[in-house]
């Protein structure tokens, strides 16, 4: 499995061209004068190619998606984030550990990789944050690693 890289130059220039080429289909005109037995075909191959147009706008629109890969995601946490969170635990707020019953106490938002990366990225009370220092890709790493070691139990 090779997850796939949103931010990459090279996916935004095919997620671009595929979202102008169904929009170029959505605003195409019909070639030929219209039959009173073929407007309805037509006319479903143009709701065709309005709908693809919208699903390439919408990739356009949406935030970039990628698979979260846990593996990496250890090696980033073990270079940021293991120096007060070694094993799960906090050697600065001992409570507040990255233990599943913990994330689930006191993380806004809940147990899941969205708030945990929402943590990471923004910061918290001692915690500092990585938004700058990370890419989102990382952090999206990072996130995916904490929750599956904190289902595993670390």
């Known amino acids: ?46 709701g065709n190619a309005v709908k693809v147009a919208a699903a390439g706008a919408a990739l356009l629109v949406a935030a970039p998606a990628f698979a979260a890969d846990s593996a990496a995601g250890e090696k980033i946490f073990t270079a940021n984030c293991a120096a007060c969170h070694a094993g799960g635990k906090n050697s600065v707020v001992p409570d507040h550990t990255l233990e599943k019953a913990a994330i689930e106490k006191f993380l806004t938002g809940g147990f899941n990789e969205k708030a945990v990366a929402t943590q990471v990225t923004n910061g918290k009370g001692a915690m500092p944050a990585f938004g700058g220092r990370l890419s989102d890709e990382d952090i999206a790493n990072v996130a995916a690693f904490v929750i599956e070691s904190s289902e595993e139990g670390w």
Not at 20 to 33: E, H, K, Q, R, Y
């Open 1 to 46: 499995f090779v997850p796939l890289n949103f931010h990459s130059p090279e996916m935004l220039a095919k997620i671009t061209t595929l979202a102008l080429v169904g929009s170029a289909a959505a605003f195409t005109a019909p070639t030929m004068p219209l039959r009173s037995g073929a407007s309805a075909m037509q006319m479903s191959a143009q």
